[in-house]
């Protein structure tokens, strides 16, 4: 996707920045997104998988809002910080080399790093205080427990993945795109750190070889990545 960025002025999202851990263009990635899937009229809902503060989720709520195209949201997120790394990452989010034993059980890795710690309730705080109205279904939990229990009535038009880790995007690639609509539109905002990008690359050459995906520089060392499922 060759997002027009110029397009979302700063005026436009200047109260959401304080909350982000994105960039300008990272937030203007998350607004032209939305906007797509109400341009091509893809149908169902939009699901996001690593909430954080919610700037994200203001940003496609805009987009849907300016675009008069209102959709519920599915938010995923342990509302407790990104969980420690397995063995197929190289960093820990927010903190660097990872200092814990990468290779111990998942269960045992199931443990807030602290990083990226937001409640719930301060979420839907955010979104009221940005004045985002929507249908929001808050899925409270890590990945691995919440994720492979959603069922939706309507298809995935929009998935955002922010899961950071390997295992955290795996699982929610293995559950939740088999959900997403035929010209569906998929975002990976950590595709710039390794376990993320490994664990996307091999879902789709097991997957879907024929996806083109494409990747924006969005700054600050920020990759994303997006395809369009066939």
Avoid at 53 to 81: E, I
């Amino acid at each position: 996707m060759n997002y027009p960025y110029h397009t979302v002025p700063d005026s436009w999202f200047a109260d959401i920045v304080p909350y982000a851990y994105a960039t300008m263009d990272g937030l203007r990635h998350g607004y032209l997104s939305a906007k797509y899937i109400a341009d091509a009229k893809v149908p169902g809902v939009v699901v996001e998988c690593g909430v954080a503060k919610g700037a994200q989720v203001g940003m496609m709520t805009r987009a849907l809002r300016d675009a008069n195209d209102p959709r519920r949201f599915h938010l995923f997120d342990s509302f407790q910080g990104i969980p420690m790394a397995g063995p197929k990452d190289t960093e820990q989010p927010g903190i660097g080399l990872p200092k814990h034993d990468v290779n111990a059980p998942l269960c045992e890795r199931l443990k807030t790093s602290g990083v990226s710690s937001c409640s719930a309730g301060q979420v839907a705080a955010n979104l009221k205080k940005w004045g985002c109205l929507g249908e929001y279904h808050y899925h409270e939990g890590w990945f691995q427990d919440t994720v492979p229990q959603f069922h939706t009535l309507l298809p995935i038009a929009l998935l955002r993945l922010d899961g950071d880790l390997y295992e955290s995007t795996m699982v929610c690639l293995e559950h939740l795109y088999p959900l997403v609509a035929p010209g569906g539109l998929v975002v990976i905002d950590d595709y710039a750190l390794a376990g993320c990008a490994t664990a996307v690359n091999e879902y789709l050459f097991d997957h879907c070889p024929d996806c083109r995906l494409h990747v924006e520089d969005v700054g600050a060392g920020s990759h994303i990545a997006t395809w369009i499922k066939p």
